[in-house]
C-alpha cells in the first residue's frame, strides 16, 4: 500500500508494533488497575449500610482495607507508567532514525529547498512531541477509560435502568466534540506552520550572525522576529481556546443527564424503599464514572495535534529520494580520464541552460582548471561528476564508461572534493579529517603537514584530538579551509576537485598546497576551479568557460598568446591588484 493511502495514526502505528510487547504489559498494568475501581462504591454501600450497625465489623479492619486498596492501585499505576514510558522513548528513538534515515537520502533539489532549522525540528523536536502528545492520552485512556468501563459495567449491575438512561446523552457529546474536533484541527495545523517559521527565524539569527552585527541588524532582527513570535502565541491561543470549548461543553452535556438521573434515583427511593447504602451506592460509582469521563473529555486536541505535526514529519519522510539506476561497482580506484559529452543541463524554472551542449575532456594524472564568470557553469559540472543531478541530454564518462551505470557510492568513492563552502562537524581534528574512514595516524599525519596544518595542531591542547566546534567554530576562516584540504588529501581518491579551495588562505598556506599539489601531479586527476588565476597558471589544461559553454581552451601561456577572454581576464585580475 501506498504512504499516501495510508493514514499518519497507521504509519505511526508502525513504530509501536516492534515495542509492541511494552504496549501489552502497560495495557495488563492498567487492567488491574481498572479492577479495583468498583471496590470503592461497594466499600461505602457496606460502610453506610451494614457499618452503621454496632459490631458490624471492626474499626481496625477499616485503615487495613483502605491502605491496602491504595497501595495495590499505586503498584498497578506505576508499573503502567514506568512500562508506557519505556514502550515510548523507543518509539521515539525509531522515529527520529527513521527520519534521519530519509534525510540522508533526500534528493539534492529538496537541499536547495529546505531550511536547516526545518529539518532540525522535524527530526529533533517533532517525533517527542508527537509521542508525548499520543503518549499522555494514551495514559488517560488507560487510566481512566478503563476505570471508566469497570465502573460503567458495574452500574448495570447495580441499577440497569439508571445506567441505560445515562447513555441517552453520548450522542450529544459525541456532536459537540465533533464540532470542537474540527476547529482545534484547523487552528492546529496554522500553528505548527508559524511554529516551523519561528524556528527557521532563530536558525537565520544563529547562521547569520555576522551579517546581522556587519549591518547593524538586531532591531530588524528582533522585530522579525517578534512578528512570527506574536503569530506563534495567536495561533496557540486559538488552538487551545478550541480545545478548552470540548471540556465545559462536555460536561454541561453530562450534568443535564446526571441531574435527570439523581432525580430518578431519589423518585425510585422514595417510592420503593431503597436503602441508604444502595443509593450512595449507586450515586458514588456514578459520580467516579462521570468524573473519569470529564478527564477522557479532553482527549481530542492533544491527539488532533499530534496528526498535524505528525504530517509534517511523515512529508520529510515522503519526499523524493535521490535517484541512483547504477548498477556497476567499480572494484578499484579509476584511471581518472573524465568526458563530457555534449552535455546539456537546465534548472527546473531557468530561463537559460546551465550547460548547453558541452563537450570536455579531464585526462587521466592532468591538471586541468575550469575558470568563468559566476553562473558559466563550473559548478554544474562538479554537481554532475558526483551525482548530484542528472544531465538533460549527452553523456558523462569516467575511463569511458557512463556514469549513470555505476552506483553513485561507487562513484563517490572516486572523487575528494574541497568546496569554498566548507562544512565540518562537531568533532576532534581527527575525527574530520579520517571522516568516515579507517583511521591511520601516518596519513593523518601526512595529510596535515601537506594542508600546511600540522605545526597548529601539535600546538593544539590535545593535539589531534582536540574538538572543533560546530562547523569549525574555533578555527579561524584559513585553518577551517585548510583542514577540509587534509580531509580531501586523506581519502586518497584518484580525483581530486578543489572548487575555490584556497580563496582564503594566506600566500604562505596557499604557496603550500600548490606545492602539495604539483607533487601529485601526474598520478591524480586535478580538476581546479579557481578565481584566483595565479593558482593555475600551471595547470596542463585551461577551460574558460561562459555561459554553459566552452570559450576556449589551452594552457596559460597558449591562452595568454592567444590574447581572448583568458588573457582579459587575467589583465583585469592584474589591474585590481
Known amino acids: ?153 458495574y ?121 441508604v447504602g444502595d443509593f450512595a451506592e449507586f450515586v458514588a460509582a456514578l459520580l467516579l464514572l462521570t468524573s473519569r469521563l470529564r478527564h477522557l473529555s479532553d482527549l481530542a486536541a492533544p491527539v488532533t495535534r499530534a496528526l498535524v505535526i505528525a504530517d509534517g514529519c511523515f512529508e520529510l519522510m515522503d519526499a523524493p529520494k535521490e535517484v541512483d539506476r547504477g548498477t556497476r561497482e567499480l572494484e578499484g580506484p579509476a584511471r581518472g580520464e573524465i568526458q563530457l559529452d555534449a552535455v546539456r543541463l537546465t534548472y527546473p524554472g531557468a530561463a537559460q541552460p546551465a550547460l548547453d551542449g558541452l563537450s570536455l575532456l579531464f585526462p587521466a594524472g592532468k591538471t586541468s582548471a575550469l575558470v568563468g564568470a559566476s553562473g558559466a557553469g563550473k559548478s554544474s559540472i562538479v554537481n554532475l561528476l558526483l551525482g548530484f543531478g542528472l544531465p538533460d541530454g549527452g553523456r558523462v564518462l569516467l575511463d569511458g564508461d557512463d556514469i549513470e551505470t555505476l552506483t553513485r557510492a561507487s562513484l563517490r568513492r572516486q572523487f575528494a572534493v574541497v568546496s569554498q563552502d566548507i562544512v565540518l562537524f562537531d568533532d576532534s581534528v581527527a575525527a574530520n579529517i579520517a571522516y568516515a574512514q579507517p583511521r591511520d595516524d601516518a596519513r593523518l599525519e601526512a595529510a596535515l603537514r601537506a594542508a600546511h596544518l600540522w605545526d597548529f595542531v601539535q600546538a593544539l591542547p590535545e593535539g589531534i584530538e582536540t574538538p572543533v566546534g560546530a562547523n569549525g567554530s574555533k578555527l579561524s576562516g584559513g585553518q577551517r579551509q585548510r583542514l577540509a584540504i587534509a ?46 588565476l595565479s593558482t593555475i597558471r600551471d595547470a596542463d589544461a585551461i577551460h574558460v568557460m561562459g555561459a554553459g559553454k566552452l570559450i576556449e581552451t589551452g594552457t596559460h601561456a597558449a591562452l595568454i598568446a592567444r590574447d581572448g577572454a583568458y588573457a582579459a581576464m587575467v589583465r583585469a585580475q592584474a589591474g585590481e591588484d
Open 487 to 532: 580531509r580531501a588529501l586523506y581519502k586518497e581518491a584518484p580525483i581530486w576537485i578543489f572548487d575555490e579551495a584556497t580563496s582564503a588562505l594566506d600566500t604562505e598556506s596557499e604557496r603550500a598546497v600548490q606545492q602539495a599539489l604539483a607533487a601529485w601531479s601526474g598520478r591524480k586527476t586535478l580538476i581546479v576551479i579557481a578565481h584566483r
Open 155 to 275: 452500574l448495570f449491575y447495580v441499577n440497569w435502568k439508571l445506567t441505560l438512561l445515562s447513555l441517552v446523552v453520548t450522542p450529544l457529546m459525541a456532536l459537540v466534540m465533533k464540532k470542537v474536533n474540527q476547529r482545534v484541527r484547523q487552528m492546529a495545523s496554522r500553528s505548527y506552520d508559524t511554529q516551523l517559521a519561528l524556528v527557521n527565524r532563530v536558525d537565520d539569527i544563529t547562521r547569520a550572525w555576522r551579517v546581522v552585527r556587519q549591518f547593524g541588524a538586531a532591531q530588524h532582527e528582533l522585530q522579525r522576529f517578534t512578528d512570527v513570535s506574536q503569530e506563534v502565541r495567536r495561533t496557540n491561543l486559538k488552538t487551545t481556546t478550541a480545545g478548552a470549548l470540548g471540556q465545559p461543553l462536555s460536561q454541561l452535556v453530562a450534568s443535564v443527564g446526571l441531574s435527570a438521573i439523581i432525580c430518578i434515583a431519589l423518585w425510585q427511593a422514595r417510592h420503593t424503599g431503597t436503602g
Open 1 to 153: 500500500m501506498s504512504s499516501d493511502n495510508v493514514s499518519p495514526a497507521r504509519r505511526l502505528g508502525q513504530f509501536v508494533y516492534p515495542h509492541r510487547w511494552g504496549a501489552v504489559w502497560t495495557v495488563l498494568a492498567y487492567v488491574g488497575l481498572a479492577a479495583t475501581e468498583p471496590a470503592i462504591p461497594k466499600l461505602i454501600k457496606y460502610a453506610f449500610g451494614e457499618g452503621f450497625a454496632k459490631n458490624a465489623f471492626e474499626l481496625w479492619m477499616v485503615p487495613v482495607v483502605l491502605i491496602g486498596l491504595y497501595i495495590i492501585r499505586g503498584v498497578f499505576g506505576f508499573a503502567g507508567q514506568y512500562l508506557f514510558n519505556w514502550t515510548v522513548s523507543r518509539c521515539v528513538m525509531d522515529f527520529r532514525t527513521a527520519l534521519v534515515n530519509a534525510l540522508l537520502r533526500l534528493d539534492a533539489q529538496v537541499y536547495t529547498r529546505m531550511q536547516p532549522g526545518t529539518a532540525v525540528s522535524k527530526v529533533v523536536n517533532d517525533p517527542q512531541q508527537i509521542l508525548q502528545l499520543v503518549g499522555e492520552v494514551g495514559i488517560n485512556v488507560l487510566r481512566d477509560g478503563l476505570p471508566a468501563l469497570a465502573m460503567l459495567i
